[in-house]
């Protein structure tokens, strides 16, 4: 049997919100890649024809940049830094926000072409996640954890995509 290192003892010791996953990590990376250029191609679309859009749109899609930039960074300090959970915790908040500002933006422009639509989205998202929830509830995550990733979840989709929605 081979010894532990520092860093796995003091996972096992410590009960953690975020779990450390390098592989995770790297994934996550890589995806974020891949939405700031889609992000970025959303945008020059939009930029060519402002006024068709609404604020919150533009104001959330350019918004979501830093978040999802950053994120990125955070999620990379996983592979090589000894102390790993405030990049986690960061990693996931910035990761949160950049992603549902994009989903908040999307909603608001699929208003454009119906509301029913764009509620159905935004109802179909938050029950979605809602589901992602409960399965990780039920494979034993544990239940505070979920539930605060969950409300944070709801709560960046009501504030700016539902309520732009009814305003």
Do not use: C
């Amino acid at each position: 049997m081979e010894a532990e290192s520092p860093s796995e003892k003091n996972m096992e010791e410590e009960p953690k919100i975020f779990k450390l996953n390098p592989e995770k990590a790297a994934a996550r990376v890589a995806i974020n890649g891949v939405i700031l250029a889609s992000l970025f191609v959303m945008l020059a679309v939009i930029f060519l024809e402002p006024e068709k859009f609404n604020f919150m749109v533009i104001v959330q899609m350019v918004l979501s940049i830093p978040f999802i930039f950053v994120s990125s960074l955070a999620y990379s300090k996983l592979g090589y830094w000894k102390e790993t959970k405030l990049w986690d915790l960061f990693g996931y908040l910035t990761y949160s926000f950049g992603i549902f500002f994009m989903i908040n933006a999307v909603g608001l422009i699929a208003s454009n072409i119906s509301l029913v639509l764009s509620f159905f989205y935004f109802g179909l998202t938050i029950s979605l996640l809602l589901i992602y929830s409960l399965i990780n509830i039920f494979h034993g995550r544990s239940l505070l954890t979920q539930s605060l990733k969950f409300l944070l979840a709801a709560a960046i989709l009501f504030s700016g995509g539902v309520l732009p929605l009814l305003f």
